[in-house]
T-cell receptor, first 112, second 115 residues
């Protein structure tokens, strides 16, 4: 059974800092790894999707990497801003069926 | 930009009552999903739907739950007899095509409160 773990559970950084969020998964039989942002009481906004054949994906200040064989993905946020404060979730799309298995998230607070 | 919409945003119901949560997926998407998030817990998969039938369901999705695509635009989740533990945020999602490269886009959620 796929287990997705995110570290750290919470992170507080000053504005402008570069930061890394970590995601690990136990079953490497995945199609994709998707990163989401969730604001309090709101839905999930897709940030990046990395296909299993890819190593990296970039969107603006965000860069996500995937190492399928070691069961790890990282989300790198450059030059963090207070507006980046949210919960960041990673989710693995399984090869067998296309459901997403989510981690518990990293709560990010960027202080101005 | 196209988006997934859900109604209502908040539903309060009494234990034992039936509820229907509604979703309008993105119009050219073919795969539809329901997930739920109990307060303070992980987002959990409930069911996926393709070509007018369930393609996968979790152990949570028991006989009390059903899904339907009654017309070309709506996708619904019905809970026949709600329990206190059904209180959660329910998210609908849709994806354009086959697994292996297609992002799932989520709606804003329906907060279900069972009293």
């Amino acid at each position: 059974k796929q287990e997705v773990t995110q570290i750290p559970a919470a992170l507080s950084v000053p504005e402008g800092e570069n930061l890394v969020l970590n995601c690990s998964f136990t079953d490497s039989a995945i199609y994709n790894l998707q990163w989401f942002r969730q604001d309090p009481g709101k839905g999930l906004t897709s940030l990046l999707l990395i296909q299993s054949s890819q190593r990296e994906q970039t969107s603006g200040r965000l860069n996500a990497s995937l190492d399928k064989s070691s069961g790890r993905s990282t989300l790198y946020i450059a030059a963090s801003q207070p507006g980046d404060s949210a919960t960041y979730l990673c989710a693995a799309e399984m090869e067998y069926g296309n459901k997403l298995v989510f981690g518990a998230g990293t709560i990010l607070r960027v202080k101005s | 930009e196209p988006e997934v919409t859900q109604t209502p945003s908040h539903q309060v119901t009494q234990m034992g009552q039936e509820v229907i949560l509604r979703c309008v997926p993105i119009s050219n998407h073919l795969y539809f999903y329901w997930y739920r998030q109990i307060l303070g817990q992980k987002v959990e998969f409930l069911v996926s739907f393709y070509n007018n039938e369930i393609s996968e369901k979790s152990e949570i999705f028991d006989d009390q739950f059903s899904v339907e695509r009654p017309d070309g635009s709506n996708f619904t989740l019905k809970i026949r007899s709600t329990k206190l533990e059904d209180s959660a945020m329910y998210f609908c999602a849709s994806a354009q095509g086959l697994a292996g490269g297609n992002e799932q886009y989520f709606g804003p959620g329906t907060r279900l409160t069972v009293t």
